[in-house]
């Protein structure tokens, strides 16, 4: 057994030694597939597909990787990569070249496996897709999974029909019956019913098995000709059913170790017109028996226990079986090798004849002799007919048919009588009629064992020397002419053998066997005395024909002999191509025709008829190449009358010169066995054959010995190419060096330079820092300075308030004015005050913007060093320089903002300070407007009391002078606020000296802030009457 790993390639040999299958297992190659990374690992090959042809398959793996094998070119090709996995193939399509692959994805993907192309994409299901059934025509394609099922049609790639079905009843398998027109649905419920393919129209439905027999069925298949359905489940039973009669006619028991059957496939054998008896049972176990569905007898089987298969696929014409294994791997089976004990043909009977009871015989019974001899007529009376069946026994070498009577019931003479009245045989009936004149016994089992040997190596490269256009063709022409071969070897050295056969191979190229069989009997009958003289040309056969033609032509043979033409020039090319090149398909046919209904000496009276016949233009050439050309192309010749030209020339030739004197009447190739041809000279065949393979061992040896010097001066060659790259890649190491070198010496340059300007930076914020810290402590001190200077002023206006007592009208006109001006200096203040705070907090914002810009170009140009340094591969040096630089930035952001903190600390702190000292003023504005409520209460009373005395003291100036006293005293004490100010004011004496200094300032500010507040109180008052006139308006 030989083993194949595809690895990483692409495409390649599919087995490198010829295959010899042994018998016991019949595997041709196993095939794994196994990657080369860096954790090899097995690739799992899932589903395979014959194409129609049976000689390639297609196979898919778990990764989506999907390889076409050649088992005849032994090739195999990697064609698509879906990267996912496939879980259904088809390769049996119209177009050979495409195939369809059910995806993970549940899509289906149609691909060309020449191009390699997507050539459409097919979308619908919804659950993955688990077959895929092609119509025979390959027009039609139905894909099922296990909720619906769908139909294609695969010319325009368009979804026809949708088989909807409940949830509850699932889908088993919908597939086409083979070579028919009809669908068939098998469900899960056991029910299966039949569909016209075109309307859809259901035909039947098949009936419940027996209860007693009941399982349920998971597989199918279904023989070749559509008539009979094996269906299998969870059971070691097989239920076969008759699908013309739609009953269940058989029901077959596997071995007692089937517990469970997971495949079905019938065996197709190309010569049962379809009624396949060989059915494939793929069990649990891993083990697919082949059993005879008559004789319910086990055939073969294949697989183990320990190499347990998976699933397995039967080629079209039952040569090969592909087998994937359960450990992930692909076996090809050759059928043959596993069959070669059944085939082998029985061992001879002997049976004995009894003589007849003796008894008188009537006139009437059937009346048998057996005779060693000749065979006697038995007589027949004259008033009844009597039929006679003569048994003859087979004589030593010699084999003789019936005069007249052919197998299948046909009569040679009745035959000979319609061909000469309508010139051919019906087409419809020619291959029939042939094979029934040839006597051909079909022995199937020796032409395979001629097959399975393999191409002749004289025919290897037969394509060189006759290039034909069909590679079919080509194919079917090189294992005939191997087969023949094979049969016998001086057809190996037959040079003209492709000639002969081609006409028949491309006639028959559907069915190699009678290829095979009717160019063997052709040669055996027709061909007679043709290789006596090999290597050269039949010179007995050639001097019949030149007897013949000397006798019915003689001015003709004497025209040939004055140019020194002989018969090979005017026979030999009209024998070894059979007339294939002088002759149309048509002609041809009928030629051959009558070439097989009679004599053998027919072929050679033809070629007598055919330079008779072409007399004219023969005598009126006179070059050798004339005549060349003449034999070896058609010709404007009836070759009706060709044909009436044979058979006078049969009539009226002498019996000393006739050929058919000379030739041996027909004989049929024998049954079982081809017979041995030897009618040759078998030592000059062997010398050829000693002498062509001392050629081809000097050839190899001379090959050897060029492939040795190839190879030495392909490693001279390498050597210099290698040496040659050495020193260019030195060379271009050394000038990489140098740009390196320049390279580095530039950075270094650059990195210097931005070390200066971030120096610069530095210095730069550094100064920055500086200014700001300034004018941060001027406008701190400024603060101070102006806020002790408002306290001196507001002490100052408390104590020119307090010292104003000439007039206490307008001492309380000035204390209302100096109250409204003292506000009006606060609301100015806190005015003043929260500008500053906005402009030292905007100044703060463009100063950290600023800062923070610089910051971020210097931390670009750093990051920019960074990776021009980083690309350079700088030494660990530059690396420690880069990190001080990066620690020095980030010392310095870490100052900056430790003093940005700072500075907003000192903000948060004078702005808590101003708070204070704003709700300290408030209190004591609200203690000065009491004051100054009670001063005016008390001045209004004073004024009251000293009015009222002064109207008394007019009245009676003497009367209760003393009780006046005592109320003004009583009435001072009712005033204590107003004294406690008086006395508190003369308490403070360094208040008098305030004012003392500051008498000057204020003798040049009073004017103005006694027009300030006049202004200020004229602004109030009309507000407040505005005020007051606005809810009038509202409420009229």
């Known amino acids: 057994m030989q083993s194949t790993d595809l690895g990483n390639k692409e495409s390649g040999k599919i087995w490198h030694r010829k ?36 000689d390639c398959l297609i196979a898919g793996d778990h990764q989506g990787n999907i390889y076409v094998f050649d088992l005849y070119g032994n090739r195999f090709n990697l064609v698509q990569r879906t990267a996912q996995a496939c879980t259904a193939l088809a390769f049996n399509l ?115 098995p027996p209860e007693s027999s009941s399982i349920l069925y998971k597989v199918f298949a279904v023989t070749r000709d559509g008539r009979i359905l094996a269906a299998g489940g969870k059971s070691n039973h097989l239920h076969l059913w008759c699908l013309e009669a739609r009953q269940l006619f058989r029901i077959i028991q596997m071995p007692t170790k089937v517990r469970a059957i997971r495949h079905l496939e019938f065996l197709p054998d190309s ?44 080629s079209p014409h039952g040569r090969y079986i592909a087998s994937i294994m359960e450990n992930g791997s692909l076996n090809v089976y050759s059928v043959q090798a596993l069959t070669q004990e059944i085939n082998k043909p029985p061992l001879p009977l002997v049976k004995v004849i009894e003589d007849l009871p003796k008894k008188k015989l009537s006139s009437s019974d059937l009346k048998m002799k057996v005779t060693s001899g000749r065979v006697q007529q038995p007589a027949k009376p004259r008033g009844s007919k ?70 002749h190596v004289t025919f290897l490269n037969l394509q060189k020397k006759y290039p034909i256009k069909s590679r079919k063709l080509l194919r079917v022409l090189q294992r005939t002419l191997s087969a023949l071969a094979h049969w016998s070897v001086i057809f190996s050295d037959t040079p003209y053998l492709p000639l002969l056969a081609f006409p028949f191979v491309k006639l028959f190229q559907n069915n190699q066997l009678i290829c095979f069989e009717v160019i063997a009997t052709l040669i055996i009958n027709w061909c007679q005395h043709w290789f006596e003289y090999f290597p050269n040309p039949p010179i007995n056969i050639l001097s019949m024909i030149e007897n013949v033609l000397a006798f019915h032509d003689k001015e003709l043979l004497q025209h040939f002999i004055d140019h020194d033409i002989t018969s090979q020039l005017y026979a030999w090319p009209l024998l070894e191509t059979v007339f294939s090149e002088v002759l149309t398909r048509e002609e041809w046919l009928k030629l051959f025709d009558n070439i097989f209904s009679n004599h053998p000496s027919f072929l050679l009276m033809t070629v007598v008829a055919y330079n008779i016949c072409s007399r004219v233009p023969l005598l009126n050439c006179n070059l050798k190449d004339d005549f060349e050309f003449f034999f070896h192309h058609r010709n404007n010749l009836d070759i009706n009358v060709v044909i009436r030209q044979v058979y006078h020339l049969m009539e009226t030739t002498p019996t000393d010169i006739h050929p058919d004197s000379m030739l041996n009447v027909f004989v ?32 190899l040896d001379y090959l050897r010995e060029r492939q040795t010097v190839e190879d030495m001066q392909a490693e001279v060659d390498q050597q210099r190419v290698e040496d040659e790259a050495w020193c260019q890649k030195q060379e271009l190491l050394r000038k990489a060096e140098e740009t390196r070198r320049e390279m580095l010496l530039q950075e270094e340059e650059k990195i210097i330079q931005q070390r200066q300007r971030l120096a610069a930076v530095k210095r730069e914020l550094q100064v920055k820092e500086m200014h700001l810290q300034d004018a941060a402590r001027r406008r701190f001190l400024k603060l101070q300075q102006d ?42 203040e806190e005015h003043m005050f929260h500008k500053l705070i906005e402009v030292g907090e905007t100044q703060s914002q463009k100063t950290q913007k600023v800062i923070k810009e610089n910051l971020a170009k210097a931390e670009q140009a750093c990051l920019n060093t960074d990776w021009q340094i980083q690309s350079l591969h700088k030494q660990k040096c530059d690396d420690l320089q880069r990190n001080k630089c990066y620690q020095e930035v980030a010392k310095l952001l870490r100052e900056n903002r430790r003093k940005e903190i700072e500075i907003l600390n000192a903000m948060v702190e004078q ?23 009670l001063s005016d209460a008390s001045r209004k009373w004073f004024l009251k009391q000293e009015i009222n005395a002064a109207v008394e003291h007019a009245e009676n100036p003497r009367h209760k002078e003393e009780p006046r006293f005592q109320n003004e ?68």
């Open 19 to 54: 295959p010899s299958p042994a018998t016991r297992d019949g595997i041709i190659v196993n095939i794994i597939h196994n990657t080369s990374d860096y954790h090899p690992k097995v690739l799992r090959f899932l589903n395979v597909a014959f194409d129609g042809t049976g």
């Open 94 to 208: 119209r177009r050979k070249s495409e195939f369809l692959v059910a995806l993970a994805d549940y899509s289906i993907k149609c691909f060309d496996t020449v191009t390699k192309e997507l050539v459409s994409w097919m979308r619908g299901h919804e659950s993955s897709v688990f077959s895929i059934s092609v119509h025979a025509s390959g027009k039609y394609a139905i894909t099922t999974s296990s909720d619906t099922a769908q139909l294609w049609d695969l010319d325009t790639f368009q979804r026809k029909r949708k088989l909807n079905i409940r949830q509850s009843v699932g889908i088993q398998k919908v597939f086409f019956l083979p070579l028919s027109n009809t669908i068939l649905s098998c469900f899960k419920d056991n029910s299966i019913f039949a569909w016209e393919c075109d309307t859809l129209f259901c035909k039947y439905q098949l009936p419940a």
């Open 271 to 314: 010569f049962d017109a379809g009624s396949n008896q060989v059915l494939g049972v793929l069990s649990q176990d891993g083990i697919m028996r082949f059993i005879n569905i008559q004789t319910c007898k086990l055939l073969f089987e294949i697989g183990s226990l320990d190499q347990g298969i998976s699933s397995s696929v039967i």
């Open 386 to 455: 009597i039929q006679t069946r003569i048994l003859k026994q087979d004589l030593t070498g010699d084999f003789e048919s019936k005069k007249n009577e052919l197998p299948d019931g046909l009569n040679k003479k009745r035959l000979q009588i319609l061909l000469k009245g309508y010139g051919e045989y019906p087409t419809k009936y020619r291959m029939f009629i042939w094979r029934s004149l040839l006597q051909l016994p079909e022995n199937h089992t020796a032409f395979s064992s001629l097959i399975d040997k393999g191409t």
């Open 668 to 699: 049929a190739l024998t049954k079982g066995q081809y017979p041995v041809f030897n009618q040759y000279p078998k030592f000059i065949v062997d010398y050829q054959t000693q002498e062509r393979e001392r050629i081809r061992n000097d050839e």
């Open 787 to 828: 806020q002790q200077e408002m306290e001196l002023r507001r002490l100052d206006d408390e104590i020119g308030r307090k010292n104003l007592t000439e007039n206490q009208a307008a001492v309380a006109k000035e204390m209302r004015a100096d109250a409204d001006a003292y506000r009006r200096k606060v609301d100015l």
């Open 911 to 933: 702005e808590a300070k101003k708070w204070k000292e704003a709700e300290g003023k408030e209190f004591c504005l609200r203690s000065a407007k009491k004051a100054s409520a």
């Open 969 to 1036: 005293q009583e009435d001072a004490s009712c005033l204590p606020r107003t004294s406690h100010l008086n006395d508190s004011s003369e308490m403070h004496p360094s208040t008098q000296i305030s004012l003392n200094r500051r008498a000057v300032e204020w003798d040049t500010t009073e004017q103005n802030l006694i027009q300030k507040v006049r202004n200020l109180r004229q602004r109030l008052t009309a507000q407040a009457r505005h005020r007051c006139q606005t809810p009038h308006l509202l409420a009229a």
